[in-house]
Nanobody, 113 residues
Framework: QVQLVESGGGLVQPGGSLRLSCAAS????????VDWYRQAPGKQRELVAA???????NYADSVKGRFAISRDNAKNTVFLEMNSLKPEDTAVYYC???????WGQGTQVTVSS
């Protein structure tokens, strides 16, 4: 059974950076669109970034210019590079294989001074 595992979250000061990873136990990532979502307390889960199997990317307006999604097919991993972090970026971040029920367990990102 394919599993997704997110990592890389933590506590960072405003203006700081983090790099999240989404690793799959199989090669499914290279053939599918992968989405990064986040969910803050009391809010709905929102789509943050996406990358297609061809490498095309898309971002929510709130993170455009600050976040970058990329993939390493050889490592079956998708990354989310987050720069210029703001307190409003605080959330649990999840990766998902689009149009499937495959989700990771999430990784907490907290932006606070």
């Amino acid at each position: 059974q394919v599993q997704l595992v997110e990592s890389g979250g933590g506590l960072v000061q405003p203006g700081g950076s983090l790099r999240l990873s989404c690793a799959a136990s199989g090669s499914i990532i290279r053939f599918n669109t992968v989405d990064w979502y986040r969910q803050a307390p009391g809010k709905q889960r929102e789509l943050v970034a996406a990358i297609t199997s061809a490498g095309s990317t898309n971002y929510a307006d709130s993170v455009k210019g600050r976040f970058a999604i990329s993939r390493d097919n050889a490592k079956n991993t998708v990354f989310l590079e987050m720069n210029s972090l703001k307190p409003e970026d605080t959330a649990v971040y999840y990766c998902n294989i689009r149009a499937t029920t495959l989700w990771g367990q999430g990784t907490q990102v907290t932006v606070s001074s």
